[in-house]
């Protein structure tokens, strides 16, 4: 290590946590000398493709409860160094203006993920941060008082690094886990690592599976996750069945729950409610109301009043329920089975599509390992970590961004340490 390092501080990664850092560290102490590195050669690949193209930059109401992984306590504690409001007004300073959608969503007003990303890099500039593209780091070691880092483009001293490399989740963006090698090199613990907000694959040849049958087509449920005979996890929302399985807000919601129950052999199992938010006693009501105006009415027909019409027909295939019974003619049993059945509907998933396709990564850097008032960590003077490197993940609605905002802030302040 030099006497006089090349930087003050070596932020890795220009995802929306490194890109955020080193912003809020230049805009607390202007004197610090920051350099981002990031192996790809256009950064913040993720922000551009995220929210569909539009980036959900965060959410109305955000607390602990949206969030897996790491103690909850610990995730307050980093939440409430930068709220919701103060993020708002953060991307207002900077240009982008949000506003809500369903569900508390806050998007661009532009609807474009392309002005969050150059809004971030222009802040950069401004603030005097170096941003080097295409510097993949390759290494990382303790140097006396500092860090030595190898990149593809040399080496580089640095007296803090902030690792801000992702998780594994869309690796083509350029995540890949190296953060977890150069982190557990420097003493950190890695808690195992799942895809999380991922679709999921559902085995066709078990029995009552139709969602090859009904593929692209939307509805609400409100699913259960099981590890045996334990509820684990309840989410609603629309699901999308697909040719090999499930997806849709709903499943990936729940895919993290099943994963990390499979992760911990715990017996995953998902049920889906298909009718959701109505009880028994008014569904069979409706249903004995149907049969007396339209007896001769196919017993798709009556469940078409309650899901798409594919699916009723799809869903009555998959119970050996013909065309030729109809509401006349099904008996009381009958009735009442499929009515309990369509409550909790099996779905044989079998795992998920991975990390190409999830957009978070649940696992991650133990959260215990990491001082919550600095983001630094407790195994290294001088290392930070931000972002979906730890044990954090959200669920569905700009959670995870805020979580790279929010960790941001807290490290950004703590830098000045090094001015
Ligand atoms: P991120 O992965 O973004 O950045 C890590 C950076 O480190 C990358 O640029 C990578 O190149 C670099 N890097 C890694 N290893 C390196 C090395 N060895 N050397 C140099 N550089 C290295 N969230 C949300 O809240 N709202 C949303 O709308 C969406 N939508 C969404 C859609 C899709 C398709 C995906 C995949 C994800 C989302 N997310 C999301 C999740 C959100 O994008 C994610 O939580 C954050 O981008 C994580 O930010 P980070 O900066 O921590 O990692």
Redesign the pocket.
Known sequence: MPASPDVDVAI?????????TAIFAKRRSPALRVRV????RS?????L????G??????VSVTSADFNGGRPAIVKQVLRALPVPATIAFFREIGVTLHEEERG?L?PDSHR?RDVLDALVHELGRLGVELRAG????AISRVDEGFAID??QGPLSARAIVL????L??PK???????YT?AQRLGHTVVPTTPA?VPLIVDATAPRQFHARVSGVSQPVHLIVRAGETSIARVDGPLLWTHFGISGPAALDASRHWLRAELEGGAPSLAADLAPGERFETLEARWLDLTRQQPRASIARALATLMPASVADALSSAQALGTDTTLATVTRDTRRALLHAIAAWPIAVTGSRGYS????TAGGIALDEIDPRTMASRCCPGLYL?????DV??R?????????WS??KVAGDALSLFA
């Open positions: 890795i990664g220009a995802g929306a946590a490194g890109l955020a590195l990031d192996g790809a950064p913040g690949a993720k922000i493709v995220s929210g569909g539009r980036c959900n930059v965060t959410n969503k998007f993920a510097h993949r780091v390759a990149t593809s801000a490399t992702g998780g989740s869309l963006t350029g995540s890949d886990g190296a953060g150069f907000l396709y999830a957009e978070v931000v972002g979906e490197i730890l993940d959200g569905l609605g700009g959670f995870n961004f805020q979580w790279a960790t941001a």
